[in-house]
């Protein structure tokens, strides 16, 4: 049997999280609850009320990196074909629009879209604004290679200042999920807070370069 809660007011993100877990992980306090933590996190406010799809940081991953190791990788419609190679190792994955978010996950090998009601699909990545892949923990290492391999392979690798402020969620390339992955990778990480400290320091290129991809 499927779960799948059916929406009630504004509450699609806590539904969406509880389909994914399928059960009742989370109710209206606590999920309020953690959207207040957030809030106070990245020092913003309304996150009970909207989200935030830009630096690769979303409620939904915040709550998900709180209450168990998952989290998500988020992309835009024009960036999702970066996922096709992982796509077997894919279960769940968050799809979002300016007003809504729901859930397509795999069940006995099959897709199913959970919103209000599950129904199967076909294809799991459906045209809409954007997407939030839950990354299977047998994939980050090749996830991670692919964040730096991506960084070697942009003007991002060659400029700090562009880094930087890439780094930091203020274009729209690959590279603003560091933000919110960054303590998930331990070359990535070091990388990132070299640049925090210092966003002018040379050496970043240095150590960029001294990163072994085999």
């Known amino acids: 049997m499927i779960y799948c809660e059916r929406q009630s007011g504004n509450l699609c ?8 877990y399928q059960f009742g992980k989370l109710n209206d306090n606590s999920f309020y609850g953690y959207c207040d933590e957030y809030d106070k996190y990245y020092g913003i406010r309304g996150s009970r009320d909207y989200d935030m799809f830009n630096e690769g940081r979303n409620v939904i991953g915040f709550i998900l990196e709180r209450i168990s190791d998952d989290f998500v990788y988020l992309l835009y419609r024009n960036e999702v074909e970066i996922m096709r190679p992982f796509m077997a190792e894919i279960m769940d994955i ?13 069940i006995n090998n099959n897709w199913y879209k959970l919103d209000s009601r599950a129904i199967k699909i076909d294809n799991p990545i459906q045209l809409t604004m954007g997407y939030m892949f839950v990354i299977p923990k047998n994939i980050r290492n090749k996830l991670e290679m692919h964040f730096i391999n991506n960084i070697k392979q942009t003007q991002i690798y060659r400029n700090p200042d562009i880094f930087n402020r890439y780094l930091l969620g203020d274009g729209e390339v690959l590279i603003y999920n560091l933000y919110h992955l960054t303590k998930k990778y331990e070359k990535i990480n070091k990388i990132a807070e070299k640049f925090r400290k210092n966003k002018k320091d040379k050496g970043i290129i240095s150590l960029l370069r001294e990163i072994d991809i085999k």
């Open 13 to 20: 993100r806590m539904h969406s999280i509880n389909n994914y």
């Open 94 to 106: 968050f799809h979002f629009n300016l007003h809504h978010i729901w859930l397509h996950k795999k």
